[in-house]
């Protein structure tokens, strides 16, 4: 089985960093793209950033120029820098790839917190 392991997830307060990262662990052939989403009470599910095998990065308008996504194909992981953020970015992030086993198929992270709050 395939499975998506997080960590990094916490309390920091605004203006502050954390850094995300999900981790493939299982029996699998190779990773294609990852990347991250997010919910809150407040909000629908929205994609926050993604990144093809070949690491080409796609932001969420939202957070561009404050998060970096890359990955370690030799680890098969994937990570989320978070910088300067902000009350708004509160939300539980879940990290996502599209594995291929027998096929392709999408796998998803447990889900981690993050509060940004004072």
């Known amino acids: 089985q395939v499975q998506l392991v997080e960590s990094g997830g916490g309390l920091v307060q605004p203006g502050g960093s954390l850094r995300l990262s999900c981790a493939a662990t299982g029996s699998f052939f190779t990773i294609n793209a990852m990347g991250w989403y997010r919910q809150s009470p407040t909000k629908q599910r929205e994609l926050v950033a993604r990144i093809t095998y070949n690491g080409e990065p796609q932001y969420q308008n939202s957070v561009k120029g404050r998060f970096s996504i890359s990955r370690d194909n030799a680890k098969n992981t994937v990570y989320l820098q978070m910088s300067s953020l902000e009350p708004e970015d509160t939300a539980t992030y879940y990290c996502?790839?599209?594995?291929?086993?027998?096929?392709?198929?999408?796998?998803w992270g447990q889900g981690t917190q993050v509060t940004v709050s004072s």
């Open positions: 996502y790839a599209d594995i291929y086993t027998d096929q392709l198929q999408l796998y």
